[in-house]
């Protein structure tokens, strides 16, 4: 029992002529005939009662055709939706990023929103150190680092950089300077974020190297709470700049430049160098490729 066979069964019964069903499929019609006596001997059973002449069904008929039109539409269903897939009108992204490497994000997921609004995007928060191994393993797609990928069996594409800056609240004293000195950062009341990362132990050794404080008075898990902390008053906060874009744009919080902590890294998108891609990944590295340095130099000339 194939799927031609029962689609030629189909045609017969909407027909109700083996010669009008010929014509319809664009067959002849002794193999439209083989076709319904293919079917008649793998169901054990008699489909159209020949004695009529008008292609009636016989009961096994009418019971079959029930099932060949349902699997037949299952067909043509999974046919459009690997169709879809192609043209990248459905589909899924998986990508990998740090909580910080989710800002990076976001308007590169704009611009792949405004060209597949249909495909899903899925942005799991992965510590950095995990995103190449979880690319190669296939768990994720594609993941955003500021280091190079030390596997060869990675590649990437640049996101441009991104540095640290203290973010104060308008009013704060230091708001009105261009610059301050790790000195005077460190006098301040400073909230961190409360996981270890590389980052944070760098400027911690840079201030242990000058044997000099950093008044670290609260600690909390994310950066939106780092930054809300912030804006109402209870310390100063040294972040990268692309998280609080929109909190820098609005007035809500200023960045000061701290030149010994700045720290400037580059951003890149890491992404198997072997085995194909999914259409809507393979169309997610055209959108990152076309917009991701434009994106960048957005952000840090904002």
Not at 245 to 256: K, N
Request: aromatic letters at 2%; proline letters at 5%; one cysteine or more.
């Amino acid at each position: 029992m194939t799927l031609d066979d029962l689609r030629t069964f189909a045609a017969v019964a909407t027909e109700r002529s083996f010669s009008r069903a010929a014509r319809t499929l664009h067959r002849t019609q002794p193999a439209v005939s083989q076709s319904i006596r293919r079917l008649e001997e793998a169901c054990g059973e008699q489909l159209i009662d020949r004695s009529l002449r008008d292609g009636t069904l016989s009961e096994a008929g009418i019971l079959l055709l029930e099932y060949a039109q349902r699997t037949l539409r299952l067909v043509d269903e999974a046919a459009a939706a690997v169709a879809e897939l192609r043209d990248v009108k459905k589909g899924r992204v998986v990508v990998g990023a740090n909580e910080a490497g989710v800002h990076t994000l976001l308007p590169l997921l704009a611009a792949f929103h405004a060209e597949h609004p249909h495909v899903l995007v899925d942005v799991r928060r992965i510590h950095a150190r995990q995103i190449g191994q979880e690319v190669l393993l296939r768990t994720i797609d594609c993941g955003v680092l500021s280091f190079s990928p030390p596997d060869k069996e990675l590649m990437s594409v640049s996101l441009g950089t991104d540095e640290l800056v203290l973010l104060v609240p308008p009013r704060h004293p230091l708001a009105k300077k261009k610059q301050v000195t790790m000195e005077e950062m460190g006098r301040q009341s400073v909230i961190a974020h409360s996981d270890p990362s590389p980052q944070r132990d760098k400027v911690l050794r840079l201030y242990e190297q000058r044997h000099a404080p950093l008044n670290i008075r609260i600690s909390l898990p994310s950066l939106d709470g780092i930054k809300r902390a912030v804006e109402v008053g209870l310390g100063v906060a040294l972040l990268p700049r692309r998280c609080a874009l929109g909190e820098i744009s609005r007035g809500q919080l200023v960045a000061v430049k701290v030149p010994e902590l700045r720290s400037p890294r580059p951003l890149r998108l890491v992404y198997r160098r072997e085995g194909q891609q999914s259409h809507a990944a393979q169309a997610f590295l055209d959108v990152v490729r076309k917009y991701g340095s434009r994106a960048s130099t957005r952000s840090t000339s904002s």
